[in-house]
């Protein structure tokens, strides 16, 4: 969308919105939204400028998940009535649709499926193509959902079932959701070549189901154009081995550099839900990887840190934001009956009885947000590995919040000083240590 039509509808954006939120939230919300306009060129679909606009809104305020959907509802009908309003010459020139089916990309992602929709699609070629034309048209063009519970199944089968080996709706979905999100991502990719837009960053979902291979992309910064060579290349080539080493299946989490990286752009794996965003560079987090002072030098340290030495500013700056999102009592994927007590019992409640009057918060709504308010804006981010997994320690004054990395849940929240803390975690490590030898 053309940037002066952003400024023209600017006010009115921000008039309609304040009426969403409660007065007490309206500068947050203004100073969210004068970001996201400013970088409106960037925005391919009314998708990406309204997660842009709630992600920005998470970094300055927390919003009930009501507001949220009452502000998309409202969002989504600003932007059609606007883009109603364009030019014809700058829809045509300015604004490119994701949702359009584009053949080189089909044909792209049949190439791709020739070893992976091969494997349970049985048929020939043009079977394969016009499963991948009917899933572009109703699924990108029509916009109806992927995921659980999708009605697109049903016809799916209807048209195709006798191809599928075996004939069951996982293996349809499988099918359907992995090669929409083949077709989505790399459309998106040359949505950007078109655009110019030059960075674009790997967004993971980032919810309790997320798998490790897609946590260790999220938020990996990749540029355009060399992305783009490597689609010119599957398109161009009909060697099967060179598309399958160029866009392979990824099974364990990637921990080397991103030119090193085998898969550039999602989907990463069979039902892999991550998808690519523009990248717009934004203001850095202090950010300390390295064993804080004293701290004994441990195996899962040491591979913590090789593992974060390859990553930018940028890309640490995005692990960090992933966790603006963190919740209490968020379950494991697979998780066991003990688990389950911790997370969806009385963990909260026994945190908050635990601390609350240390940290000044009369409600565990007071509680959780101050919480929220340390990850949101903290003097300092330390990242540590140990048995049970990786942990993001905020440190806001002589506020502490730890979230997990694993399944982005907050673990604890309390009143402690920095150096406080390091002492323990040298004492605690230290003992840890003397009883391994």
């Known amino acids: ?35 996201v306009f400013r970088l409106a060129r960037f925005f391919i679909s009314f998708n990406d400028l309204s997660r842009m606009i709630l992600l920005k809104l998470e970094e300055k305020v927390r919003l009930p998940e009501q507001v949220k959907d009452r502000l998309l509802k409202e969002l989504e009908d600003i932007y059609r009535k606007t883009q109603a309003q364009l030019p ?17 990309t089909i044909n792209y992602a049949l190439k791709l499926n020739d ?11 043009e079977i394969r193509l016009r499963a991948l034309s009917w899933m572009s048209r109703y699924y990108l063009e029509e916009g109806n959902p992927i995921g659980r519970g999708q009605k697109g199944i049903k016809e799916f089968l209807e048209r195709f079932k006798e191809y599928i080996q075996p004939q069951t709706e996982w293996k349809a979905r499988q099918i359907i959701d992995t090669s929409v999100n083949y077709l989505r991502n790399s459309a998106r990719l040359r949505a950007f070549q078109k655009a110019q837009v030059k960075y674009y960053r790997w967004d993971a979902v980032g919810d309790r189901l997320t798998c490790p291979v897609c946590r260790s992309l999220d938020g990996r910064v990749f540029r355009t154009e060399d992305s783009v060579k490597i689609l010119d290349t599957i398109e161009s080539s009909e060697d099967p081995t060179i598309i399958r080493d160029l866009k392979p299946i990824l099974n364990k989490p990637w921990t080397g550099p991103i030119d090193s990286i085998p898969n550039r752009w999602p989907p990463a794996h069979p039902l892999c839900r991550c ?69 969806l019992g009385k963990y909260l409640e026994k945190h908050f009885e635990k601390h609350h009057q240390k ?10 947000n101050m919480a929220y308010n340390v990850i949101r804006n903290p003097d300092r981010v330390y990242v540590e590995r140990n048995n049970g997994g990786t942990y993001y320690i905020f440190f806001k004054g002589d ?39």
């Open 115 to 125: 070893f992976y929709l091969g494997k349970f699609f049985q048929g020939d070629r």
């Open 399 to 437: 506020l502490m919040v730890a979230t997990s990395d694993d399944n982005l849940s907050i673990t604890s929240f309390y009143r402690i000083k920095e150096e406080e803390w390091i002492k323990r975690r040298v004492q605690t490590l230290s003992s840890a240590i003397l009883r391994i030898l």
């Open 88 to 104: 014809l010459n700058i829809m045509q020139d300015d604004f490119f649709d994701f949702r359009t089916q584009d053949l080189r």
């Open 359 to 368: 940290v000044g918060a009369k409600t565990i709504e007071e509680y959780k």
């Open 1 to 35: 969308m053309a940037e002066g039509a952003w400024d023209r509808e600017g006010n009115d954006f921000v008039e309609r919105l304040m009426k969403l939120v409660l007065p007490s939230l309206n500068r947050g919300l203004e100073e969210a939204l004068s970001d």
């Open 275 to 343: 998808r690519i965003v523009a990248y717009e560079e934004e203001e850095e987090l202090p950010v300390i990887v390295e064993r804080p002072p004293g701290v004994p030098d441990t195996p899962l340290q040491r591979e913590l840190e090789q593992e974060y030495s390859v990553f930018t500013k940028a890309e640490l700056t995005n692990r960090i934001k992933a966790h603006l999102g963190s919740e209490w009592a968020r379950p494991p994927a697979e998780p066991k009956e003990k688990d389950i007590r911790n997370f």
